[in-house]
C-alpha cells in the first residue's frame, strides 16, 4: 500500500499531518528538506493503524521570499507532502499587487452594471 500524508494543521511554527498506508511497528523513514538540504525536526509518533508526524519549522530557514519544505519517503523519494512560507517585502508586493486588480475589477463591474441600469432603465 503507498504512504498517503495528508496535512492536520500548522501550528506555532510545527506542520502536522497524518501518514496512513505504513504497515508494521516500525515507521517508515521520511526526509525533511528545504531545497536539497536534510533538516532535522522531523517526528512522528503512532496513532493506531496510522502515524501522526510532526515538522518543526526552523526559524533560522525563515526569511524574505518564498521558503517550501518537503517531505519525502526516502525509500522512493517520492513527496508526500509540501508546505511554503511566503514573508517579507515579496509578500507585501503581491498583496498590494492583487489588491490592484481586484479595484481595477470592482470598478470595471460598477461601470457595467450603471451602464446596464441605464439601458434597461433601472435606479
Known amino acids: 500500500m503507498a504512504l498517503t500524508l495528508t ?5 506555532a511554527g510545527v506542520w502536522e ?3 496512513s498506508g505504513a504497515s508494521g511497528v ?16 522531523l517526528t512522528m509518533r503512532k496513532d493506531g493503524d496510522r502515524w501522526i508526524v ?9 526569511s524574505d521570499g518564498m521558503q517550501t519544505f518537503v517531505i519525502l519517503d526516502s525509500d ?18 503581491d498583496i498590494r499587487a492583487e489588491m ?3 479595484r481595477d475589477e470592482l470598478d ?10 441605464l439601458e434597461t432603465g433601472l435606479d
Open 100 to 102: 490592484d486588480l481586484l
Open 7 to 11: 496535512k492536520t494543521r500548522l501550528l
Open 76 to 93: 522512493t523519494d517520492e513527496v508526500l507532502a509540501s508546505f511554503a512560507l511566503l514573508s517579507g517585502e515579496a509578500l507585501a508586493e
Open 54 to 62: 510532526h515538522a518543526a519549522i526552523p526559524s533560522d530557514r525563515i
Open 26 to 41: 516500525e515507521p517508515p523513514i521520511l526526509s525533511y528538506r528545504l531545497r536539497d538540504e536534510v533538516l532535522d525536526g
Open 17 to 19: 499531518g497524518v501518514l
Open 108 to 117: 470595471m463591474l460598477k461601470r457595467a452594471f450603471r451602464r446596464h441600469c
